[in-house]
């Protein structure tokens, strides 16, 4: 089976630098995504990691260790639109994601 | 470029109904998958659908089905609904390149309410 484990819930201030980290157990595994979604509205995807190390879009970023069967996604300056729930998920094949239960992330002022 | 479209947006059902939901991929996408989405258990997988064979499943019953349309188009359908089955279900498309991100472009989603 598979199994994700991130945080239920992130603050942090406007501008401040938050991390989200996700571990996973996984039978299949291509690669590591990450997704957001705002209240009501549909994810999107933000980033990918299909091999270790570091993957930098604007001011989010994200990275993979497959040896540690982790990741994370660092936000860097915040802000309140930021608000939201962040998904990592494992690409298992056949565009099949298996996600976490999420993490929301709330910004304040 | 129109994103995915799903129909419809919201309805409500009683118990032991069946529905059917409705998704128009991205044009050129040949990939759709269908994800249930409710606050105790998450985003989880129902089935992924490529050139109207699906080619993976989730650990849903089989009151759970789905097909897709030599456009791509794919409908779900839920027999004898349940309570449980409440839920927001997403479809997603993708181009399903070979070592590709795996990035899936959602629709907004049909909430369901079963009565």
């Known amino acids: 089976g598979q199994s994700l484990e991130q945080p239920s819930e992130v603050t942090a201030v406007e501008g401040a630098i938050v991390q989200i980290n996700c571990t996973y157990q996984?039978?299949?595994?291509?690669?590591l995504s990450w997704y957001q979604q705002h209240d009501g509205g549909a994810p999107t995807f933000l980033s990918y990691?299909?091999?270790?190390g570091l993957e930098e879009t604007g001011r989010f970023s994200s990275f993979l260790s497959r040896s540690d069967s982790y990741g994370y996604l660092l936000l860097q300056e915040l802000q309140m639109k930021d608000s939201a729930s962040y998904f990592c998920?494992?690409?298992?094949?056949?565009?099949?994601?298996?996600f976490g239960k999420g993490t929301m992330l709330l910004v304040s002022p | 470029k129109a994103g995915v479209t799903q129909t419809p947006r919201y309805l409500i059902k009683t118990r032991g109904q069946q529905v059917t939901l409705s998704c128009s991929p991205i044009?050129?996408?040949?990939?759709v998958s269908w994800y249930q989405q409710t606050p105790g258990q998450g985003l989880q997988f129902l089935f992924e659908y490529f050139s109207e064979t699906q080619r993976n499943k989730g650990n849903f019953p089989g009151r759970f089905s789905g097909r897709q349309f030599s456009n791509s188009r794919s409908e779900m359908n839920v027999s004898t609904l349940e309570l449980g089955d409440s839920a927001l279900y997403l479809c997603?498309?993708?181009?399903?390149?070979?070592?590709?991100?795996?990035?899936?472009?959602f629709g907004e989603g049909s909430r369901l309410t079963v009565l």
């Open positions: 990691n299909g091999l270790d």
């Open positions: 044009s050129g996408h040949r990939s």
């Open positions: 997603a498309s993708s181009l399903a390149l070979a070592g590709g991100t795996g990035e899936l472009f």
């Open positions: 996984t039978s299949g595994f291509y690669g």
């Open positions: 998920a494992v690409n298992s094949g056949y565009s099949t994601l298996t």
